[in-house]
Each structure stands twice: as C-alpha cells, then as structure tokens.
C-alpha cells in the first residue's frame, strides 16, 4: 500500500509537537510547513520543511503541490490561518484537510460543541473554519478527542487534584465517564489513521479516539490507592457550573470559562457522547490505566496554571 503524502502545520505546540515527532518517526512521508520566523530546530534534518506564509495563496498553492493530506494541528493563536488552507486546497491536488476541534486545545483537537459551547470565542472560530471547509467542497475528517489525559489529570481543572487528594464531582461525574487520551496514544492513532490508509477510507469522517473512560468513582479508587485514604469530595451542581460558566464569560476571566464547560460535559455525559460512535481502536497499543497516571503518577504535565490557580481552587475546592 502506497503511503500518502502528508504536510503537517503546527510543529511547535505542547501537544502537536509530540504528534509530529512520532509522524516523523514512522518514516511516513511527512511535510513541515512552518510561518516565516519559526523555530524549526527540533525537526531531523532529513524532514522536508517549507517555510510559508498560508494566507499567500500562491506560495501555499506551490507548497501543496505534491501532497495529499493537510494535517492541521495548530494552537489557539493559528486557528484564523486555517482559513488560508480553506482558500489555496481547492487549487492543489490535496485530497483531505484534517482540522480538528478542541478541548483545553493544544491543538485542533477535541471535540464537537453545542450551542453553550460556541459562546466561547475559540470554540466559534473553530466551527466557522470546519463550516468554511466543507462550502469550498474540500474532504474533511475531524479527529475527535475528549480531552488530554495531561489536562484531565495533570491539572485541575477537570476537578481531579492528584496531589493534593481531592476530587469535584460536577452534576452525575461520580457515575459519567471522564475519556481521555494521552498525548502518546493519540500521535500513535495519528500515524495509524493517516499514514498508510486509503484517504477514501478514511474522508469525511468524524473519528473518535478514547484510551480510558473512568467514571469519577474509579477516579476515586485510584486516588484511594496512591493516597491509602479517601479523597474529599465536592460536589457542584450542573445549574451552578451553568451559572459560573456565564459569569466567566461576562467576566475579566473569561479566559477560563471554558474550565466551566469542560467539566459540565463530564457531568452530564457529553463528554463520552459528543465522541460519537465512529470510535478508532489501536488494538495493538498498550493503554494507559488510572493505575499508570494516577497512582504511579506516570501523567505528563500540563501548561503553567500557576497564575489562575487561586480562581479556580476557590471555585472547585470551597
């Protein structure tokens, strides 16, 4: 089976770095397009890289002529640049766009949002960009996460403290499934998905991707076990993380409005479902279990919260 030709846009993101390197590392045709000025220094020099501005429709068009798949895993900052893929693909022979949607996003990765969730500026943007996709007539698949096991359990904000052995069960999340996948798991799903696969097989679709799905008492469990005593639990009601999520986003911390959210969808049972049912299993691979990050404390950290801290300990732990 011929391998397909891949241009990657992202490298340097907390995540997608990580995805890139192991894509690099299966020996797949891998292209780097990377914005004028971009460190590129942590890339093998045996790796084709173009240096491009992607709202340069011509210079994009050229740099896209001899591939076939777009990944892009851009960050917050890129999401508005995508749009520049959108514009140049119909010109080229490119035959899928991969843009994915967020959670915590390091990336485009994530999920899909309702209603509530496109009040979050970042979230919108995201969705106009997959709209804006499919009106140009491109192939699209999205790859659909529920969140980083390293923003789940390396931070907070999910409610789960590791360290300091507490727990916050917002709405059902004693009962509700938490899915999550390692950064690990998902560059290895990456490399299944898109390296050798018919684009055919794979267009159009709305793959979901989930290593562990523990419900908040199996979080609990696990807390028990590396702690040997209970956790303290907290309990917030779904009307009162609605009530929060909405003042977050009138507020000067709307930034953090999305911590709201992310844990309304595990308290109501989104977080599992908005995944889908299209669900790509790496049978081969070794997941990673609540013993693994929790009680060897194996999880692999998240970006600084160290100045958002008190807001969020003050409205999770009191």
């Not at 895993?73 to 022979?93: K, M, Q």
């Not at 979901?208 to 639990?233: R, W, Y």
């Not at 009138?250 to 977080?271: H, I, V």
Request: with cysteine.
């Amino acid at each position: 089976m011929s391998a397909n030709r891949i241009a990657v846009y992202g490298h340097r993101g907390r995540f997608s770095s990580r995805i890139v390197s192991v894509l690099i590392a299966s020996d797949a045709h891998i292209t780097v397009l990377y914005r004028p000025g971009s460190d590129i220094s942590n890339l093998p020099a045996r790796v084709p890289k173009i240096e491009v501005d992607v709202l340069d429709q011509d210079a994009l068009v050229a740099a896209l002529q001899n591939i076939n798949i777009v990944l892009s895993l851009v960050g917050d900052e890129g999401v508005s640049r995508e749009f520049g893929f959108v514009s140049a693909i119909p010109r080229t022979n490119v035959k899928l766009f991969t843009h994915c949607p967020p959670p915590s996003v390091p990336s485009d990765l994530g999920l899909r949002y309702g209603e509530d969730g496109m009040a979050i500026p970042l979230l919108k943007k995201k969705e106009q960009v997959q709209e804006a996709t499919r009106q140009a007539g491109i192939p699209l698949t999205v790859v659909l996460i529920a969140n980083f096991a390293e923003f789940t359990l390396g931070s907070i904000v999910m409610g789960i403290d590791i360290e300091g052995n507490r727990l916050l069960y917002t709405g059902n999340a004693a009962i509700e499934k938490a899915s999550m996948c390692t950064v690990e798991y998902v560059a290895a799903a990456y490399v299944s998905i898109f390296t050798t696969s018919p684009i055919a097989e794979i267009s159009n679709r709305a793959i979901g991707l989930v290593e562990l799905a523990p419900t908040g008492e199996d979080i609990a469990t696990a807390l028990q076990k590396k702690h040997g005593k209970k956790p303290k639990i907290f309990r917030q009601s779904i009307e009162k993380v609605n009530e929060q999520f909405s003042d977050r986003l009138k507020s000067d911390m709307s930034a953090l409005a999305p911590a709201w959210y992310y844990r309304k969808l595990w308290g109501t049972g989104e977080l599992t479902s908005l995944l889908g049912s299209d669900i790509w299993d790496l049978r081969s691979y070794k997941k990673a279990t609540l013993d693994d990050l929790i009680v060897e404390r194996k999880v692999g950290s998240y970006r600084d919260l160290s100045l958002v801290l008190p807001h969020l300990e003050e409205a999770m732990f009191h």
